[in-house]
DNA sequence: TCCTTGACACGTACGTTGTACGTATGCAAG
DNA sequence: CTTGCATACGTACAACGTACGTGTCAAGGA
């Protein structure tokens, strides 16, 4: 009898790529063993619980995000890494709910938020400044991310059109505004909207 | 024999006061149906599944949100909205992860989401830049929810001294910036935190 | 008054999940 | 070859979500 030897690296990544496939429903013991081709228990070699599996999930998606190199542009660089993470995480959106309710514990999900403060401190702002700065753009990052998720200009499992006659109906009579705004929001791409308000977000920044 | 007779607000606000009291793990159809004093098939008489269960929660937290009478200011009544609304998700911590995935599907969910459309409509922002404005500032609000909950600058189950502890010694030699903005952060209260980004990202907005 | 009918409370039972515990197997060092 | 440790693996159980069936109430018509 032959006995397979993993790495943690390989749990992670098949576990990432369960995800992907299958949804976060199929992230479970057995089904992640089966497909590393062993039985439930060998993963509780490289992981304390099922918690520490999902740990394992969000860390591969940060660990994807490809962060630029400094240059002398903080306000640039800002958003460069931002965009980025924000990339990385809306890569994967079936782990969107894990990235948003779990702790990073890895070393690489540290990296983005340093590179964050990094790129901050550059700018001439104060400590509590740098700190509510730093805390508003990772917050932004997330919310968009939760907004696209589940937000009320989004509908869960439809089509754009659906998505329209849903909204039209449902908070259409009591809720003009979002109805209007979500006419708006089907004619302009996440990426765009969120680039859109980061600037925003750190011109506020810049003017501190 | 007895039927008890049970209405969705009932069932509603048990469902909270089952989170609040004994955190999230405890959202099970046979607790609650317990705390009613009842069976768990019951429940199924107002509720589709599980999932429709934790929308009742989120739909708890956010109704709960006090939305303050319109002024003459749009930017005083976007931070009064948002702050409300962060307050609201801050009263209920182990509802967090419900709020930052779950959909909210009732009436009440939207009110703060059309409030704040409304408020930034008395700027004088084109479509798209309400647009990028509104999901700016809901994406604060969530986003430093979940910093606050599962943050770089957070440790999880811990005083505020072993978080001083944890983050020195796992990112105090690779993340200097971290672990030198931890010892700002603990300095301050998350609402001035708050604030303070909130305002920043306003200043942003009111800027195009 | 009695019967019908629909809504809904409740019980039973099954499949799936996480994981405690025990066992077995390979590799490395002596 | 032997010993010991790390770790892969099997078995088994408690707790969960929920399909399905049964029972019981209240209201409306004859």
Known sequence: MVRARYTLDDIRSEALRLVDRDGLAALNMRSLATALGTGPMTLYNYVRDREGLEELVVDAVISAV????????????????????????????????LVLTRRSTSAAGFAPAEALIAALRRSALGDRDLLAAFRAILGLIMGSA???????????????????ARIGTLAGRNFPHIEALSHVSQKSSPEADFTRGLKMLVTGIAAA
Chains 1, 2 share one sequence.
């Open 66 to 97: 490809d962060l630029p190199p400094p240059t002398s542009d903080w306000r640039r660089d800002t958003i460069q890494i931002a965009t980025v993470t924000w990339r990385a995480v809306r890569a994967h959106p079936a782990a969107i709910p």
């Open 146 to 164: 939760q907004a696209e998720l589940a937000g009320p200009l989004t509908s869960p499992p439809a089509t754009a059109k659906d998505t329209a």
